[in-house]
């Protein structure tokens, strides 16, 4: 498990991250992650993956919130598509039994247990993200991929992203208290039964 701490922020995003197993990745309130447009390969750009069986425990508060956004230069901005997203998955009921997120091949999610915790989403902002992560796939700035009810989401922001602002593909996880702004696609997305 590992802890990004407020002592140690900013992150630099420089690839695509992934929390698996068991591991609880937990971010402190006022955290703030950039993230760059490739990976320095040109052909996948960084994203944040919490796998099915892992956790994000991200506490940002009204006042000190936890901010993903882009390493561009602030004079380029506001534009979308400049890195990834926030993605996690789960292990709760999705239409056709398991499947891959968008973009990321051999990561499956989905399964039976609908009250599975992926942990906790608060006050928690992803902007500027949406590119390509993968062949012809933009990312959405949160993706939800068969998360369960146990997972608590609320507070949660995402501007300036190219495709989706949230997408929920199976999963049965609840969510309050949303934001979405300048999305190039939908606002709020759902797929695969998601109840």
Do not use: H
């Not at 890195?83 to 990561?107: C, R």
């Amino acid at each position: 498990s590992e802890r990004w701490s407020l002592a140690n922020s900013p992150y630099m995003l420089t690839g695509q991250v992934f929390v698996g197993g068991s591991a609880t990745l937990t971010i402190d309130a006022g955290v703030v992650v950039y993230a760059y447009g490739d990976d320095g390969t040109g052909s996948t750009a960084p994203a944040l993956i919490i796998e099915p069986g892992a956790t994000i425990d991200a506490f940002g508060t009204a006042s000190d919130p936890i901010t993903f956004t882009s390493a561009v230069s602030e004079s380029n901005l506001p534009a979308a598509g400049l890195w990834g997203g926030l993605i996690v998955m789960g292990n709760a009921p999705v239409y056709g039994s398991t499947d891959e997120v968008e973009g990321l091949t051999g990561y499956t999610y989905g399964g039976s247990d609908a009250t599975e915790s992926s942990g906790t989403l608060s006050y928690v902002r992803v902007w500027y993200g949406g590119a390509v992560i993968g062949s012809d796939n933009e990312i959405n700035g949160i993706t939800f991929a068969g998360v369960g009810s146990g997972t608590t989401v609320e507070y949660c922001e995402v501007a300036f992203n190219l495709d989706d602002g949230f997408e929920w593909f199976g999963g049965t996880v609840n969510a309050k208290y949303l934001s979405v702004l300048f999305a190039g696609d939908d606002a709020l997305d759902t797929d695969l039964g998601f109840t």
